[in-house]
């Protein structure tokens, strides 16, 4: 089962309530009171201010207490556990409860039952507080379920960002041992012959080793070091190549200060050497467009391959890996098309920067 698909269940008891949860409780019961406040203001006239003060204050200290207890033993004992006839009952008394010590507080200050008006009879005035209680504790379980599933969204999303983030550095953590083997070949090659060509090699490949090692890690790159990191790459496959490949790689605009997730170009390139221009020992060439503008850049990578195709080897992930982290980076704003004819092969992508 995928980690996404599993219930987040966060007790109250074990985590920090949120201001918010704090904030949208203390206003729902500011309201509550205020309301109050309005309904019984008649006291003030018939039994004074200290008596209607005495009043609203009881009536509101009984509804939250049987409000909490419905929101946080009731509901997630009894409700939530599809016990329903038991969690109504255990409700209904809780308000009996409370209508019960409301009477008798009333009768002990007042000699009547308090009523919103000054008219009623026991009765009405009886079935008014039982249904108007009624609707305030049924307000507040709408009110918790929804605090509860904007914290569990927020909890999701928080996991989904830190899951995609895992699989970004996996994806990338692919990339680099798959580029050091084929530059160590290519450094390996060279010492075979003893060229004069290594040591040039040696210090492109400390260059690009250290934009690997301190740079890479980050979210966002200069997108100035990643085509410098790219354009080191093809002058270390020149050397490889020699003088019978025709390899260029032409930038059209500037950088304009722009950031690119590290080691997205790269693969483009790399594929084209690795299926392409490394497989024919003469007559193989490669041709690279980077066009820049202030909002977004398109590369296109096109190079010829050997007629007949050899056995599929071990690897491929290049070009699989950056499908998987532009989907993940750019999700909506790039676009990766890749032409494979009988001897070239091209591909091409678009990266929008704007959000």
């Not at 918790?144 to 960002?161: C, F, G, N, P, T």
Request: net charge positive; glycine share 6%.
């Amino acid at each position: 089962m995928d980690f996404l698909d599993r219930r987040v269940k966060i007790p109250l008891s074990n985590r920090t309530i949120p201001v918010k949860y704090a904030l949208v409780h203390t206003a729902y019961w500011i309201l509550i009171t205020g309301f109050f406040l309005y309904e019984k203001r008649y006291l003030i006239y018939k039994a004074g201010l200290p008596f209607f003060a005495a009043c609203v204050s009881i009536r509101v200290v009984l509804l939250i207490g049987i409000a909490y207890l419905n929101l946080h033993y009731l509901l997630p004992r009894y409700l939530l556990t599809g016990r329903y006839v038991r969690y109504f009952s255990l409700v209904f008394l809780s308000i009996l409860g409370y209508l019960f010590v409301q009477t008798l507080y009333d009768y002990f200050l007042y000699g009547f039952i308090i009523a919103p008006t000054l008219n009623r009879n026991w009765y009405e005035t009886l079935s008014y507080n039982f249904f108007s209680t009624l609707w305030y504790l049924g307000l507040m379980v709408p009110l918790k379920l929804s605090i509860d599933w904007y914290e569990q969204q927020r909890m999701m999303q928080k996991i989904a960002v830190e899951k995609l983030q895992a699989e970004v550095n996996f994806l990338r953590s692919q990339v680099n041992p798959h580029f050091l083997f084929n530059i160590l070949n290519n450094l390996y090659a060279l010492t075979l012959k003893k060229s004069d060509l290594a040591p040039d090699m040696v210090l492109k490949l400390s260059e690009m080793m250290e934009y690997m090692l301190y740079d890479s890690d980050d979210a966002r790159v200069p997108l100035e070091k990643e085509i410098g990191y790219l354009q080191n790459y093809i002058e270390l496959e020149k050397i490889r190549c020699g003088d019978h490949s025709e390899i260029a790689l032409q930038i059209n605009g500037n950088p304009n200060g722009q950031e690119i997730a590290p080691l997205l170009l790269l693969p483009l390139v790399e594929n084209a050497f690795k299926h392409g221009v490394g497989k024919q020992a003469e007559k193989s060439w490669l041709h690279g467009t980077l066009t820049l503008n202030s909002t977004a850049m398109e590369m296109t990578v096109e190079n010829n391959k050997p007629t007949a195709q050899p056995k599929q080897q071990k690897g491929g992930i290049g070009l699989t890996n950056l499908r998987k982290r532009l989907e993940l980076l750019y999700p909506g704003r790039y676009t990766l098309q890749t032409e494979d004819r009988l001897d070239t092969y091209k591909a091409a992508l678009y990266i929008s920067f704007a959000d």
